[in-house]
């Protein structure tokens, strides 16, 4: 079993990965999944080795530095993996730790990030009105006042916060279309439509699993956008410069390989088949079961 520690200084770096080697991706929980899909898809001859941190989902309430904690010992265990590449599928854990890690494991190692994709919202709002639905660590991070800033002020569009942190537990227990959770959307999102929103900006990875909820409810009044594609094309922008890119077909080689901190592989099954799409293979394990 391979235990997951805290980062500590690169003294036993690891070998430079070759093209072959799988790409990484974190989330706290199976939202990056999200993300996983569509990196998958855009890129179908790379295996993925996907890491949720189960035991401790969800981020969103937890303190800025358990944040960084957790985050950083979850990239070390994809790194001491064999991974090429770690790519953060969580907003919130990227808001508070891409710069060190980054310094961390240098450029052998590259880290890929989330920002929510708040840039194409205002750029395409008739109503100069946008909301963007995110846990409060994603908010109080740096990089999506950053985008506010760069983005939003210039273009005179107002940036309307949103916060529910029940919907990470419905998304992780398979509940996207339960009436709790229908209803629990309706309550957090009818203000902003009430207020002419007409996109709404998906800012944490679980929540595009939530789309058809939300069209359920708010049919063609809210445009959805979300960071998965962005993020699929960033990662072969890295491959591709760190010549990294495997250009040779999968066949029948598992496309992605789940793991789990909280020991509940069995009880997510279900909930994964029903969130992977027929044609990407997968499986999932607890994290013990790691030699």
Request: aromatic letters at 8%; charged letters at 15%; proline letters at 6%.
């Amino acid at each position: 079993m391979t235990a997951i520690h805290p980062v500590s200084p690169l003294n036993q770096a690891m070998p430079k990965a070759q093209a072959s080697a799988p790409i990484g991706i974190f989330d706290s929980g199976i939202g990056g999944l999200s993300v996983a899909i569509e990196i998958a898809e855009y890129l179908p001859n790379e295996r993925i080795l996907y890491y949720a941190d189960t035991a401790h989902v969800p981020y969103g309430p937890r303190d800025d530095q358990n944040i960084r904690e957790l985050t950083a010992a979850a990239i070390e265990w994809l790194y001491r993996q064999g991974c090429k590449v770690a790519v953060v599928a969580c907003n919130t854990a990227s808001a508070f730790s891409l710069d060190y890690l980054r310094d961390h494991y240098g450029e052998d190692f590259p880290i890929i990030g989330l920002v929510p994709a708040l840039k194409p919202a205002v750029l395409n709002s008739q109503s100069k009105t946008v909301a963007v639905l995110a846990t409060p660590a994603t908010f109080r991070g740096q990089l999506i006042k950053d985008v506010m800033q760069r983005f939003a002020i210039p273009a005179q569009v107002q940036v309307l916060n949103v916060t529910n942190l029940d919907l990470v537990p419905f998304v992780e227990q398979g509940a996207q279309m339960s009436e709790a959770c229908l209803s629990s959307l309706q309550q957090s999102l009818q203000p902003v439509v009430d207020q002419g929103a007409d996109y709404l900006v998906l800012g944490c990875t679980h929540y595009p699993f939530l789309k058809p909820a939300i069209e359920s409810i708010f049919g063609q009044k809210l445009t959805l956008i979300d960071s998965g594609i962005a993020v699929a094309r960033q990662t072969s922008r890295i491959l591709i410069k760190n010549e990294l890119l495997f250009e040779q077909s999968l066949a029948d080689t598992l496309q992605i390989a789940c793991y789990v901190s909280g020991n509940n592989a069995e009880q997510l099954k279900p909930v994964l088949q029903h969130l992977i799409p027929g044609n990407i293979s997968w499986s999932i394990a607890n994290v013990s079961t790691v030699d």
